[in-house]
C-alpha cells in the first residue's frame, strides 16, 4: 500500500524545536521528491519545505527560511523536517507527499506553539 505516515509533533514553547518525521512505504522513494506542507485552522494547505531524491537540492517557504531544514534518509524511506526558532504562527498539521504523482494524503501531525 502506497503511503505515508507523519510523527513527531507535539506542544511547543515559543523558540522552541521540533523535528518531524514522514515514514514512506509502498513505492520507491528514491526516486521521488518529497515536500512537507503545513494547514493551519481556516487556512488552506501551504508549502513549507522540498528536497530532491537524491537529497541533494532543497527549497523552503519564505515563512520558514533560516529556521526549518528539510532532509532524508533514503536507506530508511524517511523525510525529516527540524524545525528550530519555532512561533506561534508555525501552528498547523504537517503533513508529507511527493511533489509529483501525489498519493493520498497522510493523517498528519499536530504542531503546536504556544506559551
Known amino acids: 500500500q502506497v503511503q505515508v505516515v507523519e510523527s513527531g509533533g507535539g506542544l511547543v514553547q515559543p523558540g522552541g524545536s521540533l523535528r518531524l518525521s514522514c515514514a514512506a512505504s509502498?513505492?520507491?522513494?528514491?526516486?521521488?521528491?518529497m515536500s512537507w506542507y503545513r494547514q493551519a485552522p481556516g487556512k488552506e494547505r501551504e508549502l513549507v519545505a522540498t528536497?530532491?531524491?537524491?537529497?541533494?537540492?532543497?527549497n523552503y517557504g519564505d515563512s520558514v527560511k533560516g529556521r526549518f531544514t528539510i532532509s532524508r534518509d533514503n536507506a530508511k524511506n524517511t523525510v525529516y523536517l527540524q524545525m528550530n526558532s519555532l512561533n506561534p504562527e508555525d501552528t498547523a498539521v504537517y503533513y508529507c507527499n511527493r511533489v509529483v504523482a501525489r498519493i493520498p494524503w497522510g493523517q498528519g501531525t499536530q504542531v503546536t506553539v504556544s506559551s
Open positions: 509502498g513505492f520507491t522513494f528514491n526516486k521521488f521528491s
Open positions: 528536497i530532491a531524491s537524491a537529497g541533494g537540492v532543497v
